[in-house]
């Protein structure tokens, strides 16, 4: 669903802020150059 200004109601942009896309399209180029990666890691709390 979204608003009647064309912008979806809730997202990343509430949290983030009206940088967000700056920021998302930043991380992309990053992404593409090698100069970050992403990692996958579950964690789990110790028994007691």
């Not at 064309?6 to 942009?13: D, K």
């Not at 983030?16 to 964690?43: H, K």
């Amino acid at each position: 669903m979204q608003s009647q200004a064309g912008t979806p109601p809730l997202g990343f942009h509430l949290l983030l802020g009206a940088d967000f896309r700056t920021m998302a399209q930043n991380q992309v180029r990053n992404l593409n150059e090698n100069r970050i990666v992403l990692i996958e890691a579950i964690a789990q709390r110790p028994p007691g």
